[in-house]
Antibody, heavy 120, light 107 residues
Framework: QVQLVESGGGVVQPGRSLRLSCAAS????????MHWVRQAPGKGLEWVAV????????YYADSVKGRFTISRDNSKNTLHLQMNSLRAEDTAVYYC?????????????WGQGTLVTVSS | ETTLTQSPAFMSATPGDKVNISCKAS??????MNWYQQKPGEAPIFIIQ???TLVPGIPPRFGGSGYGTDFTLTINNIESEDAAFYFC?????????FGPGTKVDIK
């Protein structure tokens, strides 16, 4: 069965960096676009970034553009999110999500999420 | 950016009720609308794709309708296990956006 397991969350000071990972299994990872989505405490869901199956297309939310970098290693079935210059408003649960096809379709599977807390 | 307005924010239903949750888009998104169910501490579950198609394995009491800007998630004969948070997602254009969600409580 499809599994998406996020890791790498934790408490980090403002201005510092953190790298999230999402380990995928149960499907042919290289065939699907992958997204990061976040949810701040008490807030709604916010789309963060997407990478196409082969990594050639990438899009970011304006709120993270220039600070976050999405990447993937299709040989290791892993998605990453490098987060630099972190701000208090980046505090959220971060989910990775698998598209139903391509990279501009909705999600059929989500991970359980990993919590990132940006605080001094 | 496409804004999604979801209503109601909260509803309480009795087992056997029919429940409708609305999601309105600020611009035409064709049928690029999905619905999800989420319970506390769990990953969201995919229940409706492309506005009207029931995801395999989801009970047939769930249904979706709509096209363009107005969409509805319907739960017929609601059961206690359907108590959850429901939200919509538009994938017509980037940035993908989400409805703020509806918390459904079962009396």
């Amino acid at each position: 069965q499809v599994q998406l397991v996020e890791s790498g969350g934790g408490v980090v000071q403002p201005g510092r960096s953190l790298r999230l990972s999402c380990a995928a299994s149960g499907f042919t990872f290289r065939n699907y676009g992958m997204h990061w989505v976040r949810q701040a405490p008490g807030k709604g869901l916010e789309w963060v970034a997407v990478m196409s199956p082969d990594g050639s297309d990438v899009y970011y939310a304006d709120s993270v553009k220039g600070r976050f970098t999405i990447s993937r290693d299709n040989s290791k079935n892993t998605l990453h999110l490098q987060m630099n210059s972190l701000r208090a408003e980046d505090t959220a649960v971060y989910y990775c999500a698998k598209t139903t096809r391509g990279y501009n379709y909705g999600y059929d599977y989500w991970g359980q999420g990993t919590l990132v807390t940006v605080s001094s | 950016e496409t804004t999604l307005t979801q209503s109601p924010a909260f509803m309480s239903a009795t087992p056997g009720d029919k429940v409708n949750i609305s999601c309105k888009a600020s611009q035409d998104i064709d049928d690029d609308m999905n619905w999800y169910q989420q319970k506390p501490g769990e990953a969201p579950i995919f229940i409706i794709q492309e506005a009207t198609t029931l995801v395999p394995g989801i009970p047939p009491r769930f249904g979706g309708s709509g096209y363009g800007t107005d969409f509805t998630l319907t739960i017929n004969n609601i059961e206690s296990e359907d108590a959850a948070f429901y939200f919509c997602l538009q994938h017509d254009n980037f940035p993908f956006t989400f409805g703020p969600g509806t918390k459904v409580d079962i009396k």
